[in-house]
């Protein structure tokens, strides 16, 4: 490590204490943010794939990707995971919730029964030594490849169950690359599948794969056109799964991959994914569902009023109370990942404004959570050099 880069940890590692130790840029009602990841801390080399929930507690759930080797996407990762108690001002020790234990495991998507309030986290794993390059080729050996496992917590996230493999629940044959969201998953609270008469919500994860080439393909599988999106569901706690829609047009056009989820006030299920260097202008698409993510109405299409989204994750919330807006949150610049940006729709996902831009330096991917009534929260990649020094967590006031 240079001079350079330990000076760098350094300075992270300062700002971290100082947030922890007292509610910085107070607000009213709580702090402005804090930084619950800072990257060479804890024995991760680097923190990446933010996802956060509320529980029904009103503890805040920030989950990441804890990578120990560097900022690569496979290798040697947990999903981690730290616990605020006053709404994302100060956090809890570090906990590992999926020990890779020399493999990858990541992809958090976790998702709070609102009836019940079990936490259920779906994530994914493989081999350590496979990339998602090698997996999309099928060269990752002859074992499962990507597979999908499902966690559930009943005393507010302090523990969680070991994971429980679902990939022959929620994989079709011929598919190899796999990935939940990332970000939270969607506990459906309107229409036939909300919680009543003693039965939990459905619980939606929205996903993405990718397809093997057609017999006598001179392609290697590799190629962006083999992504597609899909979505698991359970109505049950978590206990069994099912696939619902299945993108696989596999045209070029758009090329659906890492893909969130919100439940408008009418009941549908909005569906916002990354476009992966599709041949479509934009680089945001979106769908609708009619029946709790089994189908959607038509195909993904683009959101042209997302265009100055780069190619990137992206996090999508319904907010809460009446008149309130439909959110997104992404990188604000077309070229690169920088200036998370924080956009409002108010016409059940046609339109989106963006409201503001949280901070000019580098940053990628991100997730937004309702923490009361008027008031968000948004954890997201974020340093001074590079996307991936730090997961700051940000509250802000709707207007």
């Known amino acids: 490590m240079t001079p350079r880069s330990r000076s760098l940890l350094a300075c992270l590692a300062l700002l971290t204490s100082l947030t922890a130790r007292s509610p910085a840029h107070a607000a009213p009602g709580g702090c402005a943010s804090s930084v619950p990841y800072v990257a060479g801390q804890g024995g991760y ?45 100060t956090w809890g020790p570090l906990a590992v919730v999926a020990a890779g234990q020399g493999d990858t495991r990541g992809n958090p998507a976790p998702v709070v029964d609102p009836r019940t309030g079990v936490i259920v986290l779906v994530t994914c794993a493989n081999s350590g030594t496979a990339t998602e390059t090698q997996i999309m080729r099928g060269e990752a050996g002859p074992g499962p ?9 009943g005393d507010d996230g302090r523990h969680f169950t070991a994971p429980r493999d679902i990939t022959a629940q929620v994989r079709r044959p011929g598919w190899r690359w796999y990935a939940t969201g990332p970000g939270h998953a969607l506990a459906l609270t309107r229409g036939p599948h909300s919680p009543g008469g003693g039965r939990p919500s459905r619980l939606l994860v929205p996903a993405d794969h990718s397809a093997a080439p057609p017999a006598g393909s001179h392609d290697t599988g590799r190629e962006d056109r083999y992504y597609g999106g899909h979505a698991l569901y359970s109505d049950d706690l978590g206990h069994t799964w099912h696939l619902g829609f299945v993108d696989d047009t596999h045209d070029g056009r758009t090329n659906t991959n890492e893909t969130g989820a919100a439940q408008l006030p009418d009941g549908r299920v909005y569906f916002s994914a ?126």
């Open 45 to 89: 080399a680097v923190y990446r794939i933010p996802a956060v929930v509320t529980s029904r507690q009103g503890t805040v759930l920030a989950f990441a990707e804890g990578r120990r080797s560097g900022v690569a996407d496979s290798g040697d990762i947990d999903v981690v995971l730290r616990r605020s108690a006053d709404g994302g001002c």
């Open 145 to 153: 490849g990507r597979r999908v496992f499902v966690q559930r917590s």
């Open 274 to 399: 990354r476009d992966q260097n599709g041949t479509a202008p934009g680089n945001r698409l979106e769908a609708f569902s009619r029946d709790g993510g089994r189908t959607l109405d038509r195909p993904f299409t683009v959101q042209p009023a997302l265009n100055a989204v780069p190619v990137v994750q992206g996090s999508v919330l319904q907010a809460r109370g009446p008149g309130a807006p439909l959110l997104f949150s992404a990188p604000s610049v077309p070229t690169a990942r920088r200036a998370l940006a924080l956009w409002a729709g108010r016409d059940a996902g046609r339109t989106f404004t963006r409201l503001r831009v949280l901070s000019d330096r580098p940053a990628a991917y991100s997730d937004l959570v309702q923490l009361a009534p008027g008031t968000i929260g948004v954890l997201y990649e974020t340093g001074v050099h590079s996307p991936y020094e730090s997961l700051e967590f940000r509250r802000l006031r709707l207007p």
